[in-house]
């Protein structure tokens, strides 16, 4: 997360660079056969990042491969505790997505994307 911060404006590495695309993949397969959820952190679009993470490549692999989604905003002030969660919304949408997972009472729970 740090290096992806670091790395804003693709300073340090391309993100289609092949060793790059070759590590999200084999991450994102090892995620989809053990059914465990990915976050979609939607911090860097306010961050000199300029967007969230994953990316929205790699979020569209994630619908690929089933990867069930939940959001956090990563908020660090109760005045950002929902910001960008309508950015997400659309871009869910755009890849795919219809539902994001939450967790109640101890169990991740699907919820549809309005």
Known sequence: DRLLYQNAGERLFSLSAPWYIECVEETLQTIARHDLLVELNVAGWFAPLGQPNPNPA???RCRELGIRIT??????????VARG???????????GYREIWKLERSRWTPYPIA
């Open 71 to 80: 959001v956090g905003t990563d908020a660090h002030r109760p005045e950002n």
């Open 85 to 95: 969660l309508d950015l997400a919304e659309k871009l869910l949408i755009e890849t």
């Open 58 to 60: 790699a979020l569209r």
